[in-house]
């Protein structure tokens, strides 16, 4: 038994090894010698082709239905050189080209016809309706070629007001391809705004033709199909009228850089959000000359920066509610208690001086407000202590992406650890002085000068901030909704919140508010203004008028005041006064508005 | 060195069939590339080089024992390795396979191959035989391992061929047929049971798991291709650098799974036929050899590498003949990749080794304790 055993083995796996041999040899005789004149002609004369139809994407609207962004098909000739040589002379092939479509082949497009270096060959983009009527006509000319139906995106001339927050479309580059295998070079995908983030939902499926086709290139039978599927409509939450109007009240006010932004405070939903100056969209896509793309890449206003996401600025006293509040609920005051504050503020041999000279006198934190006293901020400051103002100024969600998809930076709230960790140096007092009036480490988004007095005007929630509304699911042919989404709710008192609030309200009513302005607006409605030092040194000591060194200008807002709902936050690059300029620019805005019916 | 050290210290047929398959391989690489300005073959070239020295030199300095000694040290390695690509592996269509050197692609998966079949054969070597139920379970951990990490990469081609030799050797090992003839029934006849207590979802995430190309009309489209070349062969083939099929961008992978079938087209019925017998002589020779040895080391290693062999190449022919769905398996030798040439090259420089150190005393002693393995 065990010798049959020993022998067995090996002589199993042999005569297995032998037996797939033999079958595989069986096979190659079968398909080469006894179908191989078959398959030879199927090689010869037969090919498969693949011919790939993209959808067109989804559009873009705005909250209302407005459209800013659609597909609309162009054609495209597109060349099978193989199909092409067998039946034509590239001569002959050029010759009519030019003599009946007008089109002239480049030197490249002709190499590549000749030397097959590719499958298929693009001869010509965007077709006019008179080509592709005398391609069908002469087509008996033209084996091999075949048109193409290439969906090509339109930007609405609203969609200018906020190219920034749409993006751009292009082909995917060799990155994305080799990220994503289903995506094929001839298909637009999201490059930037919300044509990436919500490229998922916009881009549809393209479909895929095989077909075979015999040696003239003339359709034999279509072996297997897959129908393209179109790309979802979206629905933003931007209110272009709004939109628009923030456009040219900036525009008007003759500023050369920032940003607003105007949100709904109860869904955070996102009605609004220019960044200054903007760019022509459409020629962005199209192909500008390099001229222009020079101009717009070496343009000291960054048109192409989203500053209301991408930028970090200083907040200046828009920060000061938010201090005012997290004081008041240490217990550290209450509404009542009155600081003596005046024109300067000393700790050891460093002075710290109020922006206005005179000091406030013996004042309680809505007076404080009312007139943006720096040194009653100092001594809060000092109070409260840095670590409890940084933890709350992150629970409101400073610092953080509230929503990574569409946020793209978010602010440093610095504390000790971050000090230590960045700038290798200890936490001092005057640190605190400084942060307590949002200067100093402190840097934020203009995006996020919203975050900083939401939860005081919405009930104390922290929202996550949504740019767009909802979507038309075309699978089962409904409109989803995107919800409102809690992030954490936090509790304040009421009397807290209220003292704060009128602080607000005589900003813009008080007899020392800093930006009367705002009570052109027809609406009661309450705000804070801002103006941050940008390069103290310099601004103070050399009399600099240079434009990027001047101070940042700041304007914070929320109307109706019983009852906001819109919470607007206005940012001025290097504007030099959040009174002078950018509470005027609120003002224009929330005015033009009320009239034309947009806001009530 | 002159030629007749080589006769007399290696085996002369397998030293000259995978000389000349590395060789011929440059010559097809370069056939099925060359249209697209690729300098692949360039690459090929190197590499090539590179496993002729392999071949000459290793079996000279290297002595397989040692190997044998380090092979779970290199086992830890080449799992290390494989953990290593799946974190910061280089992407490409979908799989991570890659570690990038800079200048060079590393891909351990195909390094993996020759480190199990040196594991496996070291670890028989230890045991008592026929293998015991105990020691099929360790065997069953220590491929488990590898086979996931490079299933999940997802490489389900590399995955079987780390598995398929071992096989080969656990039945060249023979084992106790009870247990594991109980523990595979088991398997069997519960399995049905099993999957009836699955859920939905994860039933189809078991199909998905085995056979994730399923559904792919990427691999019907390569099929239909690759049977047209290697059919429009005929009987003498187009002639090299002739096949209109692959010039003309009508077969995918043209220079790795798909060499075959370029080779098919150009070549003919009579070369590629021949091609197959060369594989069936080769895999069946190391078999033989490793039949007659008596160190079990050297004979387990032999008979790994030659159903590695044999196993690959089969798999690879009857995929691009279509007599098996497209699972991603590189044709030994032949198909462009440096890891794999260089591996394979390794794996025959072993094989050298055994053959000069082991096969003048084994073929001497032949008991029959020895030959009933």
């Known amino acids: 038994m065990v010798k049959i055993w020993k022998f067995n083995r090996f002589h199993i796996v042999s005569i297995l090894f032998i037996?797939?041999?033999?079958?595989?040899?069986?096979?190659?005789?079968?398909?080469?010698?006894?179908?191989?004149?078959?398959?030879?002609?199927?090689?010869?004369?037969?090919?498969?082709?693949?011919?790939?139809?993209?959808?067109?994407?989804?559009?873009?609207?705005?909250?209302?239905?407005?459209?800013?962004?659609?597909?609309?098909?162009?054609?495209?000739l597109i060349?099978?050189?193989?199909?092409?040589?067998?039946?034509?002379?590239?001569?002959?092939?050029?010759?009519?080209?030019?003599?009946?479509?007008?089109?002239?082949?480049?030197?490249?497009?002709?190499?590549?016809?000749?030397?097959?270096?590719?499958?298929?060959?693009?001869?010509?983009?965007?077709?006019?309706?008179?080509?592709?009527?005398?391609?069908?006509?002469?087509?008996?000319?033209?084996?091999?070629?075949?048109?193409?139906?290439?969906?090509?995106?339109?930007?609405?001339?609203?969609?200018?007001?906020l190219p920034h927050v749409i993006g751009y479309v292009g082909y995917p580059s060799e990155k994305d391809l080799n990220k994503n295998p289903t995506l094929n070079i001839n298909m637009l995908i999201g490059k930037a705004g919300v044509e990436k983030i919500y490229d998922h939902i916009l881009r549809g499926k393209p479909g895929e033709k095989t077909v075979l086709v015999d040696a003239m290139g003339r359709q034999k039978k279509i072996l297997w199909e897959e129908e393209p599927e179109k790309g979802n409509d979206i629905y933003l939450t931007i209110d272009i009228r709004l939109q628009k109007i923030a456009y040219e009240s900036f525009k008007e006010s003759g500023k050369e850089s920032g940003a607003v932004v105007i949100v709904d405070p109860k869904t955070y939903e996102i009605l609004t959000l220019l960044s200054y100056p903007t760019y022509d969209l459409q020629k962005f896509y199209q192909g500008m000359t390099l001229e222009e793309w020079k101009q717009l890449t070496t343009n000291k206003y960054k048109p192409l920066l989203n500053k209301a996401f991408s930028g970090l600025y200083p907040p200046g006293s828009i920060y000061k509610p938010l201090v005012s509040l997290v004081a008041l609920e240490n217990g550290v005051i209450t509404p009542q208690t009155k600081i003596l504050s005046?024109?300067?503020?000393?700790?050891?041999?460093?002075?710290?001086?109020?922006?206005?000279?005179?000091?406030?006198?013996?004042?309680?934190?809505?007076?404080?407000?009312?007139?943006?006293?720096?040194?009653?901020?100092?001594?809060?400051?000092?109070?409260?202590?840095?670590?409890?103002?940084?933890?709350?100024?992150?629970?409101?969600?400073?610092?953080?992406?509230?929503?990574?998809?569409?946020?793209?930076?978010?602010?440093?709230?610095?504390?000790?650890?971050?000090?230590?960790?960045?700038?290798?140096t200890s936490w001092f007092h005057g640190d605190t002085v400084n942060l307590s009036i949002g200067q100093g480490y402190l840097v934020i988004?203009?995006?996020?000068?919203?975050?900083?007095?939401?939860?005081?005007?919405?009930?104390?929630?922290?929202?996550?901030?949504?740019?767009?509304?909802?979507?038309?699911?075309?699978?089962?042919?409904?409109?989803?909704?995107?919800?409102?989404?809690?992030?954490?709710?936090?509790?304040?008192?009421?009397?807290?919140?209220?003292?704060?609030?009128?602080?607000?309200y005589k900003v813009v009513y008080g007899y020392a508010g800093t930006a009367k302005v705002m009570g052109t607006v027809p609406i009661k409605n309450a705000g804070k203004t801002g103006t941050a030092q940008v390069y103290t040194y310099a601004t103070r000591h050399k009399k600099y008028h240079r434009w990027d060194l001047r101070d940042h200008a700041w304007f914070v807002s929320f109307l109706p005041y019983d009852d906001p709902k819109y919470l607007t936050a206005v940012f001025v690059e290097h504007g030099e006064s959040g009174g002078k300029v950018a509470a005027p620019i609120a003002a224009s805005i929330l005015r033009k508005a009320y009239y034309q019916k947009v806001i009530d | 060195m002159d030629i007749r050290s080589i006769v007399k210290d290696y085996d002369p047929y397998v030293f000259l069939i995978s000389v000349l398959l590395i060789i011929w391989s440059v010559i097809n690489i370069y056939s099925a590339s060359f249209h697209e300005f690729s300098n692949l073959y360039i690459k090929q070239i190197f590499f090539s080089l590179l496993s002729l020295l392999i071949i000459l030199f290793i079996p000279r300095f290297v002595n397989y024992r040692k190997l044998l000694e380090l092979s779970f040290i290199?086992?830890?390695?080449?799992?290390?390795?494989?953990?290593?690509?799946?974190?910061?592996?280089?992407?490409?269509?979908?799989?991570?396979?890659?570690?990038?050197?800079?200048?060079?692609?590393?891909?351990?998966?195909?390094?993996?191959?020759?480190?199990?079949?040196?594991?496996?054969?070291?670890?028989?070597?230890?045991?008592?035989?026929?293998?015991?139920?105990?020691?099929?379970?360790?065997?069953?951990?220590?491929?488990?391992?590898?086979?996931?990490?490079?299933?999940?990469?997802?490489?389900l081609g590399s995955a079987l061929l780390v598995l398929l030799p071992v096989l080969f050797m656990v039945f060249f090992a023979g084992f106790k047929s009870r247990y594991i003839l109980v523990f595979n029934l088991g398997i069997l006849l519960l399995?049905?049971?099993?999957?009836?207590?699955?859920?939905?979802?994860?039933?189809?995430?078991?199909?998905?798991?085995?056979?994730?190309?399923?559904?792919?009309?990427?691999?019907?489209?390569?099929?239909?291709?690759?049977?047209?070349?290697v059919g429009s062969g005929q009987v003498i083939g187009k002639g090299f650098l002739e096949g209109s099929q692959s010039k003309y961008y009508f077969l995918p992978e043209q220079h790795t799974d798909f060499i075959f079938a370029t080779i098919g087209e150009e070549?003919?019925?009579?070369?590629?036929?021949?091609?197959?017998?060369?594989?069936?002589?080769?895999?069946?020779?190391i078999l033989y050899i490793g039949y007659g040895l008596s160190d079990m080391g050297g004979k387990f290693i032999c008979y790994g590498i030659g159903s590695l062999i044999g196993v690959q190449a089969f798999i690879n022919i009857s995929m691009n003949i279509g007599l098996l769905p497209v699972v991603g398996v590189p044709l030994p030798f032949l198909s462009y990749g440096g890891t794999a040439l260089i591996s394979f090259s390794l794996l025959i420089a072993i094989y050298q080794n055994i053959y000069r150190v082991d096969r003048s005393i084994s073929f001497k002693l032949v008991s029959s304790e020895v030959q009933k393995y």
């Open chain 1, 19 to 76: 037996l797939v041999a033999v079958v595989i040899v069986s096979r190659l005789f079968y398909l080469q010698v006894i179908k191989g004149e078959y398959y030879r002609e199927l090689s010869d004369r037969n090919y498969m082709k693949v011919f790939i139809t993209n959808p067109p994407r989804g559009r873009i609207y705005d909250r209302n239905g407005v459209l800013l962004a659609y597909d609309i098909p162009t054609f495209q």
């Open chain 1, 79 to 161: 060349c099978f050189p193989y199909i092409l040589k067998k039946n034509h002379s590239v001569e002959e092939f050029k010759h009519n080209l030019e003599k009946y479509l007008n089109i002239t082949l480049t030197q490249k497009q002709e190499e590549m016809i000749s030397k097959n270096l590719h499958p298929t060959v693009v001869v010509k983009k965007e077709l006019t309706q008179d080509q592709v009527f005398r391609f069908w006509n002469y087509s008996y000319l033209f084996n091999g070629l075949y048109i193409e139906v290439v969906p090509k995106r339109v930007y609405t001339e609203y969609a200018n007001y």
């Open chain 1, 342 to 424: 005046k024109g300067e503020f000393s700790i050891g041999k460093y002075v710290y001086k109020n922006w206005d000279k005179r000091g406030c006198g013996y004042i309680d934190v809505s007076h404080a407000l009312e007139m943006s006293c720096d040194t009653f901020y100092y001594q809060l400051g000092l109070r409260v202590g840095a670590e409890s103002i940084s933890k709350y100024t992150r629970l409101f969600g400073v610092g953080e992406k509230l929503n990574p998809d569409i946020e793209t930076k978010s602010g440093i709230v610095p504390d000790k650890t971050w000090k230590k960790k960045v700038l290798k």
């Open chain 1, 445 to 504: 988004t203009p995006f996020e000068a919203t975050k900083m007095v939401l939860p005081i005007i919405n009930g104390g929630y922290v929202l996550k901030p949504n740019i767009l509304k909802s979507y038309f699911d075309n699978k089962t042919q409904r409109l989803v909704h995107i919800q409102k989404e809690i992030i954490r709710k936090m509790e304040f008192k009421s009397y807290n919140v209220e003292a704060v609030k009128y602080g607000m």
């Open chain 2, 74 to 155: 290199l086992y830890i390695l080449g799992v290390l390795m494989l953990v290593f690509v799946k974190l910061f592996g280089t992407t490409v269509l979908g799989a991570k396979r890659w570690i990038n050197l800079g200048f060079f692609q590393l891909q351990p998966s195909e390094l993996m191959k020759l480190i199990i079949i040196l594991t496996v054969a070291h670890f028989l070597s230890k045991i008592q035989l026929p293998i015991s139920f105990k020691n099929f379970l360790k065997l069953i951990g220590l491929i488990a391992v590898p086979f996931v990490l490079i299933k999940i990469q997802p490489d």
């Open chain 2, 191 to 229: 399995s049905p049971v099993i999957w009836n207590h699955l859920q939905d979802y994860q039933k189809s995430r078991i199909i998905a798991f085995l056979n994730p190309e399923e559904h792919s009309k990427e691999s019907a489209y390569q099929i239909i291709q690759a049977v047209i070349a």
């Open chain 2, 267 to 285: 070549w003919g019925f009579l070369v590629s036929s021949l091609l197959v017998l060369v594989y069936l002589f080769l895999s069946l020779r």
